[in-house]
């Protein structure tokens, strides 16, 4: 698979399937998406390959958290889990093209689902806070 930010400038290669996909709802994937959150699919961090534009890469650290890693040049949220230094890395499945083909199976902190958000009844699993929890 590869991956794409906005304008162009980073590209990415993912070299192994995800291991799960999921949509997050909390806080901070509403406030980096600019809208639900963010739908990740989780993979070893030793799968992505940076191809081009390693030095557009910004990487935020929140309080609370895993780091969040997107392109300095247009803003679109690359990487979450703590990449480049966690074991797995979730990648952000807006980044991937062609589109990632396949639902997310679960949704996860749905604590946090914002009055102007609709959770959809689409059967795939659904967590309070992390995945299992
Ligand atoms: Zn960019
Ligand atoms: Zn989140």
């Excluded at 890469?57 to 929140?62: A, D, N, V």
């Excluded at 889990?81 to 679960?106: C, F, H, Q």
Aim: aromatic content about 10%.
């Amino acid at each position: 698979m590869t991956g794409t930010c906005l304008c162009g400038g980073v590209r990415f290669e993912v070299a192994e399937p995800f291991e799960r996909v999921a949509q997050c709802h909390c806080t901070s994937c509403k406030k980096i998406s600019g809208g639900i959150g963010t739908v990740s699919g989780k993979v070893r961090t030793d799968a992505i390959r940076i191809l081009s534009g390693e030095e557009l890469l910004r990487t935020y650290q929140p309080e609370e958290g895993t780091a969040k890693t997107f392109c300095g040049e247009c803003g679109s949220n690359l990487f979450g889990g703590g990449w480049p230094a966690s074991e797995y890395t979730s990648v952000r499945l807006s980044a991937i093209e062609p589109s990632y083909p396949d639902k997310p199976t679960a949704h996860i902190y749905v604590r946090s689902v914002a009055p102007w958000e609709t959770l959809p009844d689409d059967g795939a699993e659904r967590f309070e806070v992390r995945f299992g929890e």
